[in-house]
């Protein structure tokens, strides 16, 4: 399996706890930025020949701020360049305050059949303190529109002011809007952001009450139906994130646009975070990776038992025999022995009992050498 991302940096404004590529003041140059996707795209052209892609991911920035046309002009970009298998699911994130029903229709007429919405939360006080630019009326418009529509939601835990309540109301509003998917994600404050003042203020609530919250969160999301599948990721049956799925099991990918990376034949490589160098290297006729990195057969162990213990299905171990011609229970043992209250297995697979799950860091970083 292997899947496509593309970056669009472009947003109406930065959120308060945002460190993405995004250039809320660049919107101007988004033309310019669509002709270096698709130029970019032409130039792995032949790189990927053999390839089969399953997934499109359009993430961002705010893909939905961006006229709907170099939307319609990127997939067709993509499919002449590349082979998208014909039930390949493709995704592109939208905010709540820069949707319409005529971009709507353009994305699904040029085979969008995927939508990620931002909520983060259904207060709008907290919203405003996010510096998101939508409110909770936009975004049950912007559901509204997605009737029938295959689309997910992320809602945040851990904000300023909020408590174990606004989570259960943010959840039911995500639940009740007929997403088929929930992405519930702890905020992260990182340096230099807005939000980090706050963080150093005392102001966001601490680990063990984001801990309740996300329990409190994932029971929520349990008693509307959605299953978790990966530690922030919740669907209903059959509704996983193929994207990230991918991502999880270690497939291959290949990003274009500022900031994406890639991973393709075992090379980690990364476009560079600078709009301004992303133009000049595209525009002559160059790629625009910043670091490249072979990933050597130590390296491929450690992603593949950190990536697959953050899902609930855990490592499968006939793929890891096949994978590393090794026996992942034998090669582990002391550690498995050491952590096995945190372990359960069944039918193949160890992974981390659901209950624990939220502390896999904790215990993911036990297994590397
Ligand atoms: S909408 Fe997303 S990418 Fe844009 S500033 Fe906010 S958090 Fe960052």
Redesign the pocket.
């Known amino acids: 399996m292997a899947g496509i991302y593309v970056h669009i940096p472009f947003?109406k404004s930065?959120?308060s706890y945002?460190d993405?590529a995004?250039f809320p003041d660049k919107l101007c140059y988004a033309e310019s930025y669509m002709a270096c996707v698709y130029r970019e795209m032409a130039k792995r052209k032949d790189q990927l020949k053999n390839y089969k892609f399953d997934t499109l991911y359009i993430g961002?920035?705010?893909p939905s701020v961006i006229d709907e046309k170099y939307i319609a002009m990127l997939l067709a970009s993509a499919k002449k360049n590349f082979f998208l298998s014909d039930n390949a699911e493709i995704t592109i994130e939208m905010?709540p305050g820069t949707v319409s029903a005529g971009k709507i229709a353009t994305y699904k007429k040029c085979g969008i059949n995927r939508f990620s919405v931002?909520l983060q939360t259904a207060v709008d006080s907290q919203l405003e303190d996010l510096g998101r630019i939508h409110n909770l009326k936009d975004f049950e418009n912007c559901v509204k529109l997605l009737k029938g529509e295959n689309f997910s939601v992320d809602v945040m835990i851990g904000l300023k002011n909020q408590t174990v309540a606004d989570i259960g109301k943010t959840i039911t509003v995500a639940a009740e809007s007929g997403a088929s998917h929930i992405s519930m994600y702890a905020l992260t404050p990182e340096d230099g952001t807005p939000i980090y003042t706050d963080y150093l203020n005392g102001e966001l609530p601490d680990g063990d009450t984001v801990a309740e919250m996300y329990e409190a969160g994932a029971k929520k999301l349990a008693e509307f139906g959605f299953e978790r599948y990966e530690v922030s990721n919740f669907c209903k049956k059959g509704k996983e994130s193929k994207h990230n799925l991918n991502y999880w099991r270690r497939g291959e990918y290949i990003g274009f646009g500022v900031s994406a990376s890639s991973c393709i034949n075992n090379v980690r490589f990364t476009n560079t975070f600078d709009l301004d160098e992303y133009f000049k290297c595209i525009l002559s006729d160059n790629f625009a990776v910043i670091n490249s990195e072979q990933i050597d057969e130590e390296g491929r162990k450690e992603e593949y038992i950190m990536l697959a213990l953050r899902t609930a299905r855990g490592i499968d171990l006939k793929e890891y025999a096949e994978l590393f011609k090794s026996n992942f229970e034998e090669e582990y043992s002391e550690t498995l022995k050491k952590l096995s209250s945190f372990f359960e297995s069944k039918n193949g697979f160890i992974y981390i009992k659901p209950e624990h799950l939220y502390i896999q860091n904790s215990l993911i970083i036990n297994f590397f050498k």
Do not use: A, I, R
Request: net charge positive; charged share 10%; hydrophobic share 10%.
């Open positions: 947003c930065k959120c945002c993405f995004s961002g920035g705010t905010n931002g």
